[in-house]
């Protein structure tokens, strides 16, 4: 599942009139690398979730055919579920298997092949080193373990393997994905790994400007 329902409010006015995932990066928009990149990896499928915009996201990816990889669609309508409850309404598209999460708007030369391999009793994580804007991190990491609070901390990268019973325990709606994970990170059933090559969250312009230039190394 690529997750592409944000407004992008600190893009604007540049995601005023486009969704942040349809942004140009090296040529490309940002949602093509993610499909181009799970079409290389084996994936079978992919889910988009949409609303801010959703229609453009739609009319540029189609069913899949020009990424060599089947697309079809959980629209949110005009108010986004936020990712815990996005990823719950999507659930009948994405079935029992665990299956990828992924926000549309990170760049990264991640090797989504390896998500392949996971099969989690309720989520496995990758994480980043603190950028600066995330000094503090996400949650901890140790021994492959992910705890809610402890040390290291290091900063979710937006990227993770999910098994589906995660979610039907909590009610559909908007909610947030720490909702459901917190719980099941203090029953120790998260794994993680923290991945230190490219990854930059590409939510403001001057982050738009670094992963352009280097998109031309990628």
Partial sequence: MLLAAG???RLRPLTDQLPKSLVAVGGRALIDWHLLALARAGFEAVVINLAWHGEKIRAHVGDGHDFGIP???????????????GIHNALPLLGAAPFAVINADVFTDYPLESLLRHRPEAAHLV??????????????LASGQVRPDGDPRY???????????????????QYRL?????????EGRVTGEL????????????????????????
């Fill in 7 to 9: 407004r992008g409010r």
């Fill in 155 to 173: 900063t979710f990268a937006g990227i993770g393997v999910y098994n589906a019973s995660l979610f039907p325990s909590r009610a559909p709606g």
């Fill in 178 to 186: 720490t909702e459901v994970l917190a719980p099941a990170m203090a």
């Fill in 127 to 140: 994480f980043v080193p603190n950028p600066v804007h995330n000094p503090d991190g996400d949650f901890a």
């Fill in 71 to 85: 697309v079809s669609y959980s629209d949110e309508g005009d108010h986004a579920l936020d990712t815990g409850g």
């Fill in 195 to 218: 991945y230190e090559g490219l990854w930059i969250d590409v939510g403001t312009p001057e982050r738009l400007d670094q992963a352009r230039q280097m998109s031309g190394k990628h």
